[in-house]
Every structure is written in structure tokens, then in C-alpha cells.
């Protein structure tokens, strides 16, 4: 008999249980440099999937797919594709920041022995699904979603993540063999870490400040100029 | 002195703080109808801010606005807001669906004491943002982020929170005075909840069932069609 599952008392966290979840939190950084070369285990690998497939979904349509890259050459194509991205990118950037752009370290595909690509089928669910009728991103929302699950998974693992954004879509889905259709949300970087930045990377090196948290808080309705 | 912050030793997690990570991902529920109409407290909200504040951002970007409403007025009118979307969502559906779908509660606005809109302000890092040269939904999946990071230390401070998607944006930017050129990206509902559900919902409900993970997993590539 499948086990009757409906409501049921709410597990309560410990303090110790709940500082742990903000420790996940505060703690998790952005990484691109700090990867130790000490391959995933499959079974922390695994722990760190099924934390994503828990992510929220629209309908719970669960519409992602994971491809996890180990091979060298594969991720050496990556790279590639990557620093030709990287190149398009600084030269967006005003005159003067083009320096400090190129100074940062945005990527850490070939250093991290684990790669994942996150991936969201935009059709699994059909035309209609319930809670997208009105916003069309909510599969793509859902999918990143389990990426930020799968981040406090791996940072409670004591495994660094970096998101990396920067690739012509085109490049990723010919080395990868994903279908013209299929939409690419996330490319992940991920390895053991014994050190990691205090504070985010880009507000310890410069590129930006924290804003104060009191000046992005509006009570009932939005506050200020359009 | 501001303190200086870089590298630093990762702070290693207990077996028992772990496990703390996994169970708010684990036991986390989109909530719709458990919420107790205590009030949150400030405390316990300014907690769930900073952590949402804490999520990655693209380029550090921080681009989310968090508007908290507790108003019965303000929520009366998003729930009517949220009723005429929902009828026309209901009608989208094959005919053999839609009373499964009219069954279903689907957003707990007057019920739960709080509601946060959550925001992005898609011009705050002006055109050229790092890490979204090439990826223009960088902004949007940062705020997505947030919301995630929100949701899981919710769940850890015993408080439920749901997402409600089924608007037409035009409706809430009007109650809430959301300029024309922000994008809202989630609506929540949040209240302490001594009952959670012990498995989605929409599961439970018999919508949608949970996919096997390991048919979600490929491994150095995309596989099967396209």
C-alpha cells in the first residue's frame, strides 16, 4: 500500500537546526577559483540532485534536466566557448571598467571537476499548466529554484558552486547536444573547497557595494519614483 | 577599520547541521491554506529579508525590492485580483480538468497575515551588467533566487510561505504602485503553519506526480530526442 500522505504536524527546526540553515545561507558564495581538484562522490552528487528536484515547481511540473560533465575535453570545450563569450562581454563595458572586468576571474569550468547544466523543457507540461497561465516564466523560475537548492546543498556539503552566465547559448547547446527547444537556465561549476571569501568576491574586489538591506524594504505599496 | 574580508577557512557543516539544510529542502511546501493568523514578527521578518538579500545576484547586482503588506484592504484587493485571473485560467484548461482545477485552492492572500511582493528593477545596474551580456534573464533568475533563499529560511523559523503566479501583472502594479517599467516577480503569502502537507500538494491532490529523478539525469550529454 503506497503510504497515505496528507497533512501532517509540521516539523519544527532546533535553533541549532534553523542557524544552520542561515549559516547555508550567509556563507554561500559565488565561486571561481577555490575548487580542489578531489572529484564528487556519486552519492553526495546524488544528495545534491534530489535537493534540486525538491525545488518549488509551477504545477509541479518539474521541468528540468541535469546534465553533469566530468569529462576534461568536454569541459575544455566549454572553456573555450566561455572565453570567446568573455571577450564579446568586456568589450560591452565603458573604457574604464574594461580593466577591472578583465582582472576578474568569472568562471571556474576547467578547475572544478564537477560541471552541471541545467536545462528547463519548456513543453513537458504541455500548453496550459497550471500557475503559468499568466506568466510564462514560472518553469523557468521553478528551475532556478532547484539551482539555488542544489547551491545550499553543496555549500552544507562543504562543495563550492559557481554560476556561470556568460556563453553564447549556440556554443553550449552544440557541445552539449541539447535540442533547439530545450532552454539553458544554468551552467554550474562545482568541487570541494577549504577556503571561501568572506563576503561576495565582487564586493571584497570592488566591482560593487552591498546595498543597505532598509532602503529596498516598501510597507503596502512601492515607495519613491518611477 | 572596516574589516578586511577575503579568503578565509570555509566553515565546515555538522553532520547534524547537514541534515538541518536537506530537511528545509526536503520538508519546504508551497502553502495555500495552513496559515495561522498569528502575525509575523518583525524580528522573524527582518530575518527572512536578510536572507533573502543575502541570495546570489548577478554582477552583485542586488536588484530586488521587497514589498511587505499586512494590510486586510491592500490583500482584499489582491485576492480580487488574483479571483478574476484565476477564472480566466480555469477556462484555459480542457474541459476535463477544469473542475479538478476549480477544486483547488491555489493561494492563501487573505488567509496569511503577510504577503511580500518581490521585485526586480531591471535598469539599477544600467545597461551593461556583468554576467548578463549574454544572458538578459540574469536580473530576473537572481531575484528568483532570493525568493528561494526567503522560502527555505521560512520553512527553518516554522512559518509557510506559497506562491501565487496567477495575476495579471497590470492588476498588481496598479494596487501596489508598482512603476510600469519594474518587473514583479513573485507574489508570496507567508504565516505560521502548524500543519504542512508530507508531500506536494499537487501531488497528493493527484494533479502531477513526481518524476523519477534518475530519468532527469544525463551525463556528459543531452540524451534521447529532440
Redesign the interface.
Known amino acids: 500500500m503506497p ?1 497515505t ?9 532546533s535553533t ?3 542557524d ?9 558564495r ?1 565561486v571561481r577559483d ?1 575548487f580542489l581538484p578531489d572529484p564528487v562522490p556519486d552519492d553526495v552528487l546524488r ?1 545534491l ?3 534540486a ?4 515547481s ?5 521541468p ?8 576534461q575535453a ?1 569541459r575544455d570545450r566549454v572553456a573555450s566557448a566561455f572565453g570567446r ?1 568573455n571577450d ?2 568586456a568589450a ?3 573604457e574604464e571598467r574594461q580593466s577591472a ?1 578583465k582582472s ?1 576571474k ?1 568562471e571556474g569550468i576547467r578547475k572544478a571537476p564537477l560541471n552541471i547544466c541545467v536545462t528547463c523543457d519548456r513543453d513537458r ?1 504541455g500548453a ?1 499548466v ?6 510564462a ?2 518553469d ?2 521553478s528551475t ?2 532547484a ?3 542544489l ?3 553543496a ?4 562543495i ?1 558552486m559557481g ?1 556561470v ?5 549556440a556554443d553550449l547547446k552544440a ?8 532552454e539553458i ?2 551552467y554550474l561549476c562545482l568541487g570541494f ?8 568576491e ?3 574586489k570592488g ?2 557595494r ?2 543597505p ?1 532598509d532602503e ?7 515607495r519613491g ?2
Request: hydrophobic share 50%.
Open positions: 503510504k500522505s496528507a497533512l501532517a504536524p509540521a516539523a519544527s527546526f541549532l537546526e534553523r544552520a540553515v542561515y549559516k547555508a545561507i550567509f556563507t554561500r559565488d577555490q544528495r540532485l534530489e535537493a528536484h525538491h525545488a518549488p509551477v504545477g509541479f511540473l518539474q528540468w534536466n541535469f546534465i553533469t560533465i566530468r569529462s568536454v563569450a564579446e562581454a560591452m563595458f565603458p572586468y576578474l568569472l507540461g496550459v497550471l500557475g503559468r497561465t499568466h506568466n516564466s514560472m523557468l523560475y532556478v529554484c539551482v539555488q537548492n547551491w545550499l546543498a555549500r552544507a556539503e562543504g563550492g554560476w552566465s556568460i556563453f553564447r547559448d557541445i552539449l547536444g541539447i535540442p533547439e527547444r530545450i537556465v544554468a573547497v577549504d577556503e571561501l571569501y568572506e563576503r561576495p565582487l564586493e571584497v566591482w560593487n552591498r546595498l538591506l529596498l524594504i516598501f510597507e503596502e505599496k512601492w519614483g518611477n
